[in-house]
């Protein structure tokens, strides 16, 4: 326990060091002068871990360094005396290394043993084969540990005078070979250990030996242990051995350690014994005897022998050590060993050791557990023979998988009718699926799946093992006879050649070899396969729909189980590497299974690239600790993940997790040149997208191979930038034989930049792209990036030791990256998953650039165009609240001018606070990273939109002021009324009057004073704007005739949404005269169908639109509302459409006729005529004086039968102003609750909050509900006019609901509330005024008005009919009295009051949510979802225009070239096909471009972001069948030919398609 103290690992004993404690990234390695006892274990672990086999030799610094003084001594008895004394004073010894190595082993569990083991192993060092408990004293073979441990050698022998040398590998375990066995008896003076390592390799200590560096005399693990160690021969004449021979060495005295020792010479093909002496006499001599006597080959060293061989008789021999040179016993060894092993003897199997009535560590139920569950496996596995198991056992991975991804592949490149092609595609993809869901092994997938979900971590972790451990034997065992045959055969066909007779029997020998390189590729099986299997069987029921639960197994939990495995540090599988593909659905699942138990947590990707087999995997399993599998030739196939966890002790990292992305080697061997050089563009693209960081390893200094790396590498970076991703690179080069020489490293890095700049100008031809160097396409500093390493081994396999040089440089690199790393904030598990699918989706479509759609990008530009409606809806409200202030202000006439300055001051704080919202979102987001491209467009546009409702606020107020400056005459005049209304009040008094008297008095009266105050007012006229538009027309030299014809059909209507625009057209004709299309072809029916082209279609359409949206924009620039309305409007409207029309028709191949042009017209004056009407009137509501009069007769008939029965002055002034008091507070509170409901709609209905995108979303599922074929052609035809109406109707809808009926309500209340108290303080502090300064009923009216003329419009009141008011209290009461009443009023009014007021909740949500892009795809014609007006492309630093809504263009009515046939497909399938498409078939015909690469056909394509997408479609498609016969009727069109509807297409319900809507959205 001492020894477990010094260590601090008196703890471990019990309580077992785990593999997990050491997956972790730490910090970084001490220097070995820094270290302390306590940190040698895991610097022990970390070294070996790395293969730097110095691990054995380190030593903790002593704590007491100080010398001993002594005094000095003369003589030199007192000297020897005095050193005596210091010897027996120093302080405790260093701990002995291999007590270091064996407290490690015993203190950790059996895991981290095996991975120890294995990597002493590599490290070429003698394992524990027998090991005592160091407390209990038992003997254990720990045999698990060598588990994992595959040796390969060549055996040479001689066949027929022939020398052959046969290569062997296969798991140590199961290696059927000789075994040495070294022990002494008794005490030595050499190291028995020392001479054992001349025997394996001279070069390098296998075995721990007394003159290695640390040696101590003190150790206290290490007796009592036996170690095994391998030579493995190369099958070169200078190996030692010709087969592979297991060396033994049992440490201590064999004769205290007798247990040991005769389980080991039981085991033993030779024995080799070392003994001081030969002497009778010594403790020695009986076993020495026994080994004579016993028929099993002996070899004795005698240490005290100066003698060279001795035979004593057959198989006994005699050695002597004393005065010899080491090398000449150990030649004389080795010749020995070589005669007996030559003849027949004992072989050693490791696995035999279990027979041997020891202790195993594979002797626990946990171990059993697990290796009686992987063996039910093996059975199924070892069943069926080679050429079957994958099919057979892992159905759903072989030919169904790659059928799916050949096809899956396909449907990127369609030809010919590409949404019939996609349509059987998809079809023959989901009956590949319903097979795989028929075919697996449920046998074999339902025993894997139970073994592995019910086991605690251990048995699971046990079950795992071994289940890797026997496939990889299995396949192991497979490979070594396959690989036998193969050369057995192609010697055969060689032979053959030679001959060039027999070519019948040289065919068959050739299709034998085909047959068995078939196998050769099927051989292998490994743990990857099983997983694999998983991933298709949970695609094939994920994809169909399939209820979890069904079946053999739980498919449903398949991510989770895998999940369990990568967070314990099992890598997994991320692409295909037979198939070729990237199982997205699987992938998806498992991240997230791995996100739910982890969080969605931050990971660094790591990922590396480079030729096959240079070292890739070998590189990342030293540095990180992980479990890729390594070998020569083909090792990794596809790329693989694994989690690697950041230790909470290392802080300043923005990450939780690296994720390792291993791949396989590109210039694959076994793949044409061809298919390579794609491959592996594809496998460079996908890993460099992938990683934050990309390790580029070249191995050597081949030329050739560095230029086809560097190539590949310099494209996939290229990529990279055209898609504004920015990994950063690390370029390491192996197997470089001088890494100190600096001189050369620095020439070495001139010439790799001046490579890749090479590459780049190659490369940037290919990509269309105008870098010139490396550094213009990737953040790149050659002297830091670029890393050399020393070569992996210090010698020449097999026996070779791994470089500490090679240790060294992994440590660096590994100090490297994680420095850079710091820096990065890494992706999280979700951005990671949807990074995977966009790279993978992009480059099934292998025009990578055009096709990558990066969805993270997308999703951060989609949170942030939520934001910009925040920050624009904020300044809204402020300026709607401003706009309420500034109203009232003018009408009670303290405001006659309002300018832009003003405006902008009372703005100020909310853009500052706005602008100060924004700067936190761009600078504080975990995405600010990719924010900080949009920042500045973003600040413009909050800036633009500012001024632009500064300037639509000033237009409006001050129309505002001109219509007050107008009724200005009238406000005086009507001031007139009051006075004589009380007057003719008080004469009627004394007459006594009825009722109806009284009333016809008033009115006779009231007639005479309103002629009398109109007097000299030129009254407003009423327009009659049909018998305009009917003038204007003939003024323009229409036939009348005409023009009532086509008023009378009402065609004009509905030329906007018009399917079928042939009849409008006429054929320019050579000699002058213009020929009707529809006539025309009954004559050259071949050559022409009757119909216009859906280019022409589409040009009219154009026409229309944008004719209709000038001659608006210009009526609604004249003074209608100021000025009243003039026939000249119409006139300036009219010449616009006929000078449109000519223009057009100049640069048109084709005649519009009258009938056209007349309907164009009147189309255009009935889109307007409401406008001018509403304008007009008012206009003359505005200035017509006796209309206002009328207006206002019950209120002073109020005052006037007030004043006739008897009210006091004060009651009837309390009743004038309650009478304004109620007509402002209307006013005002239903203003302020429009503008509270718009904005109580934007935040809380699913339609009106988010993004334009979710807006879109909601009309379009809104139109699939209502089922309205007429609707649809409004959206297509108009989809801003269409969605403005979607906002009114879902207003109009949700203020019927009896939610927003309470809501209605409380708003109400609230202003009411707040009014009130307004009122009844303005009431208050006039009365108090008035009295305090003995003032008269003009004082009190002047404060009580100018108190609230603030809040509310209210007109002035003639003091002169209340001068006679002296009560204040009485009068405050009589309004407090109206007051009241005016509450309850309002508390009433319905929600029909917000059609009539100025401030409108569904007019404001229209300007906010409509005020965005409206620009339509130039294929389908669908409208771009960007929140944002006027966005600039991503070139300029916004966002190209996007939709995930396209349609099939046959909705437009778009058809093929002079056929009747529709046009289907849509732009999304187009993009990922083969065909091509005229940008202007009428000015340029014969130019065509590749869908693929529609950017480059110019505007608008080029602004437009198109990718491939091959699934979502479903929402169009079942538009398209619903309304087939209405879509056929409208354009006169039918869905035949090339545009018949797949069957498929008709199986979408509406649930499918409102569903798939959600999907586009998402």
Known sequence: MELLSRLHLQDKHENKLTSAEFLQIKQTLKHEHELHESDLCSVYLHKLFMLDYRARYIQAKQENTNVPHVRQHKETDDLFATVENISNMSEQTNIHPLDLQMAVFHCSDSFLKQKMVTKLSQCQYALPLLVPDPFTGDIECPLWTFRQIQKTWKKTETKDNKTVVTMKSMSICKAETPMVLCFRLGSLSGSKSQLINTLINDRHSTFFHRNCKGSSKKRLLLDGVAEIAWYCPSGKPT???????????????????????????????????????????????????????????????????DNSVIQLKTGKYVVGLNNRSQSDVSEELKSIIRDIVSAPHESFQLQSMLDSGLRADEHNASCEKGFSSAETIMKMIKSVSVSEDKQKILPCQSQLWHDWSRINKELYHLKGNVEEERSKKLNACQKLREAQCTAYCGELMMDFVHQLSPLYQTERDYFIKWTQILLDDHTMNRLSSILQSYNQKWSEVLDLKKQSEDKERLKTKQAELSSISQDLQSATCGLEHIFREMAQIYEAHKSLDKPAGQGPTDWSKYPELAAELMISGHPMELMDGD??????????????????????????????????????????????????????????RGAFMQLVKLSEDMKGFQWDYILVVDTEGLRALELDENKTIHHDNELATFVVGLGNMTLVNIFGENPSELQDVLQIVVQAFMRMKKVRLSPSCVFVHQNVSDVSASEKNMDGKRKLLEKLDKMVKLAAKEEVCDAKSFSDIIEFDVQKDVKYFAQ????????????????????????????????????????????????????????????????????????????????????????????????????????DHVNLSHLHGEVTKKYEETKLLMSEYFESEEDKDMLIQWRVHHEQKIKDFLGELVQGLQKKLNNVIDQKKASREVEEKKNNLLQKSKKLALELRNNSPDDQELESQFNHVWESWVSELTRGIKPAEKINLEEDQTQVIREHG???????????????????????????????????????????????????????????????????????????????????????????????????????????????????????????????????????????????????????????????????????????????????????????MTEAVCNQTAIDIAGDMRCNVPAFKGNRLNLEKHVLKSLAEKRDFQRYIK????????????????????????????????????????????????????????????????????????????????????????????????????????????????????????????????????????????????????????TVKDHTSAKDGGMDHSTPFHRSPSVNGWHYTDTEELSLSFCTTKVAGDGAFRPDPSKRPN??????????????????????????????????CTFQEEIEDHYCLKYVGNGNIPVDWRKVTEDQALKNLEEMYE
């Open 1275 to 1426: 959206y297509i035809r108009d989809p801003k006019t269409y969605t403005e109406t979607f906002i009114r109707e879902e207003v109009e809808t949700l203020l019927q609901t009896e939610e927003y009926e309470d809501k209605y309500n409380s708003f109400f209340k609230q202003k009411i509330s707040n009014i009130q108290t307004q009122v009844l303080h303005a009431l208050h502090e006039a009365s108090e005024t008035t009295k305090g300064n003995r003032g008269d009923i003009n004082l009190w009216l002047q404060e009580f008005t100018g108190s609230i003329k603030g809040k509310l419009t209210f007109g002035t009141i003639d003091p002169q009919s209340f001068t006679d008011v002296n009560n204040f209290d009485f009068l405050k009461e009589e309004i407090e009295k109206g007051l009241n009443s005016i509450s309850v009023d309002l508390s009433n009014l319905s929600v029909d009051k917000f059609k009539n007021s100025r401030q409108r909740p569904d007019q404001i949500l229209i300007d906010q949510l409509c005020d965005c892009c409206w620009k339509t795809c130039p294929f389908c014609r669908a409208v771009c979802t960007n």
């Open 239 to 305: 190996d030692s051995f010709s087969d592979c021979v297991a060396f033994c060495n049992l440490h201590g005295d064999g004769l205290t350690h007798h247990k040991q020792l005769q389980i080991l010479m039981d085991k033993a093909s030779v024995n080799v014994v070392f003994v001081p002496r030969l002497d009778k006499k010594h403790e020695s001599a009986a076993m020495i005897k026994h080994l004579i006597e016993i028929p099993k080959p002996l070899i004795a060293l005698i240490e005290s022998s």
């Open 1038 to 1224: 229409i036939e009348l005739d005409l023009m009532i014809l086509r008023k009378n059909l009402k065609q004009y209507k509905q030329i906007a949404e018009c399917g079928d625009y042939t009849e409008y057209v006429a054929k320019k004709h050579n000699e002058g005269h213009n020929i009707v299309i529809s006539a025309f072809v009954k004559v050259k029916k071949k050559f022409l169908t009757g119909r216009l082209s859906h280019e022409h279609q589409e040009q009219i359409k154009n026409l229309i639109k944008d004719v209709e949206k000038e001659a608006s924009e210009l009526i609604k620039q004249k003074p209608v509302v100021e000025r009243g309305y003039s026939s000249s409007y119409l006139r300036e409207m009219c010449s616009t459409v006929i000078s449109r029309i000519v223009e057009f028709e100049s640069q048109w191949k084709y005649l519009l006729l009258k009938e056209f042009k007349v309907d164009l017209i009147l189309f255009v004056f009935y889109r307007t005529q409401r406008w001018i009407s509403d304008s007009h009137s008012q206009f003359i509501k505005n200035n017509k004086v006796r209309t206002y009069l009328e207006s206002k007769k019950d209120g002073y008939y109020s005052v006037f039968r007030s004043f006739y029965e008897g009210s006091s002055s004060a009651v009837v002034l309390a009743e004038v102003i309650c009478e304004k008091l109620k007509s402002s």
């Open 792 to 895: 992996l081994w210090e010698g020449s396999p097999p026996m070779a030791p791994p470089n500490p040089g090679y240790s060294e440089c992994v440590q660096d690199l590994k100090s490297f990256i994680l420095e850079k790393a710091k820096k990065s904030p890494g992706v999280t598990l979700s951005e990671f998953k949807t990074k995977v699918g966009d790279l993978w989706n992009a480059l099934l479509n292998e025009n990578f650039v055009f096709s990558f759609k990066n969805t993270l990008e997308i999703t951060v530009y989609r949170k942030l165009e939520v934001q910009y409606g925040n920050w624009t809806w904020a300044l809204r409200s402020e300026m709607l609240k401003i706009e309420e202030q500034l109203y009232t202000r003018i009408t009670n006439g303290e405001l």
């Open 579 to 636: 198939a070729g593909h990237v199982p997205l659905t699987w992938i998806s699942g498992l991240i997230d299974q791995v996100k739910q138990k982890l969080g969605n947590k931050k990971v660094f990707v790591l990922s590396v690239l480079g030729i096959q087999s240079s070292g890739k995997s070998t590189m990342l399993n030293a540095m990180f600790r992980l479990q890729f599998a390594v070998s020569a030739g083909r090792c990794t």
């Open 1487 to 1520: 130019w065509s471009v590749p869908f693929k690469q529609y950017r480059t056909a110019g505007p608008p394509f080029d602004t437009w972001s198109i990718t491939p997408d091959v699934y979502q479609m479903s929402y169009w498609q079942w538009v398209v």
